[in-house]
């Protein structure tokens, strides 16, 4: 059986093509530029994010993909061939939604069934094709039951498998885990990049979750006001961000700039340092060579169980975010009012390149 797909590809795509590719794309409402001119070329196999604030652009940049949305300007090619012109259904991509759009009367296995159905997939392979998909989402023996009688992650496994049944190239993931508990979200993280490796499809993921972003992508691209502010490796993007948006996006910002800079580094400008790579000491403390060094005061502690936060106003003005791990309880130095100095090495000061 000839899928609707096959029928109006024109062109054979080029073996070293892209999975995705998207090519000065942009996407106005009125007067919002939701989609700001956005370039990107996503390798088979991929698992690529897109992150960002609420309101970035993210869902749209997703929608024009998958052909819901159409381009005020732009191209959209899939493997190599431009189909920025074809409906959703002459496009090889299924979508994950966030609120999963389960059909309430089904079943488990007739949900997964139902896009293979509308295909005219016969009832046979459709079978076999779903109850693999459940299989694949660890979910066999859950096909007679309801969508109101599986839990929240369960519900989310069978959207993923609704999905997965269509065998699709490319898969797109809107905020697929917004909807599950921290603890259950942190599994689905970790359950979700191991499916993705062993299924071999390209996923486009979107979140707003720069800890889900770093834990599970091959590549992100950071995004904020409808344009790519930065596009990396996860450790990449953390330990160089591009720009001070990025720094405080993705982890704690920690900016020194200006005269703080200057009287902290010894030269004017705009850098970050991560809150795990400072040292806290008491206030007599050498700083060894190579190291930065800063004086300052404890303002705020947090503890986290595993790590205590502390914020320390610089003598020199601003302020540091510092993140030390409690290995003993002689660690916990930090109290508010605790005179300080505060070192790390002179290698963690990022200069970050664009400004905020
Ligand atoms: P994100 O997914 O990153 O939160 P969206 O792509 O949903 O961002 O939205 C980007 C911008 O486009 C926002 O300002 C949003 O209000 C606007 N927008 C999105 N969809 C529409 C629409 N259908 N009509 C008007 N404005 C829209
Ligand atoms: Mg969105």
Redesign the pocket.
């Known amino acids: 059986m000839t899928s609707l797909g096959e029928q109006v590809t024109t062109q054979t795509p080029p073996d070293t093509a892209a999975a995705v590719s998207l090519r000065g794309l942009r996407k106005t409402?009125?007067e919002?530029a939701?989609?700001d001119g956005v370039d990107l070329d996503l390798a088979e196999g991929e698992f690529f994010s897109m992150l960002?604030?609420?309101?970035?652009?993210?869902?749209?940049?997703l929608r024009m993909i998958a052909g819901f949305e159409e381009p005020t300007a732009g191209r959209i090619l899939l493997g190599g061939v431009d189909v920025t012109e074809r409906p959703p259904y002459a496009r090889d991509v299924n979508t994950v939604f966030q609120d999963y759009a389960l059909f309430p009367h089904m079943s488990v296995l007739q949900n997964v069934e139902y896009g293979l159905r509308v295909k005219g997939v016969d009832r046979r392979s459709r079978r076999t094709r779903a109850l693999e998909a459940l299989e694949t989402v660890r979910l066999e023996g859950f096909g007679d039951r309801r969508p109101s009688q599986l839990s929240g992650g369960q519900r989310q496994r069978v959207a993923l498998a609704r999905a997965l049944v269509n065998r699709p190239k490319l898969l797109l993931l809107d905020e697929p885990l917004g909807a599950l508990d921290l603890k259950l979200r942190r599994e689905m993280q970790l359950e979700l990049k191991a499916l993705q490796r062993d299924v071999g499809i390209t996923f486009v993921f979107?979140t707003?979750d720069q800890e889900e972003a770093l834990t599970m992508s091959d590549r992100i691209a950071v995004?904020n006001g409808?344009r790519i502010e930065q596009l990396a490796g996860p450790a990449e993007l953390y330990e160089h961000p591009a720009s001070a948006f990025v720094a405080g996006f993705v982890g704690t910002s920690n900016l020194l700039e200006g005269d703080v800079a200057a009287a902290v580094l010894g030269t004017p400008g705009l850098f970050t340092v991560r809150p795990e790579k400072i040292d806290m000491h008491t206030r007599d403390a050498a700083a060894g060579p190579g190291s930065c060094t800063a004086t300052g005061v404890v303002r705020e502690v947090v503890y986290l169980g595993s790590a205590t936060q502390a914020v320390v106003d610089l003598d020199a003005g601003g302020s540091l975010i510092v993140l030390q791990q409690n290995r003993s309880v002689q660690d916990q130095l930090a109290h508010r009012g605790a005179q300080v100095r505060l070192t790390w090495r002179r290698e963690h000061t990022v200069e970050i390149g664009g400004s905020a």
Do not use: C, D, E, L
Not at 52 to 61: A, D, E, I, L, M
């Open positions: 409402f009125g919002v939701a989609v960002g604030p609420s309101g970035s652009g993210k869902t749209t940049v979107v707003h995004f409808g």
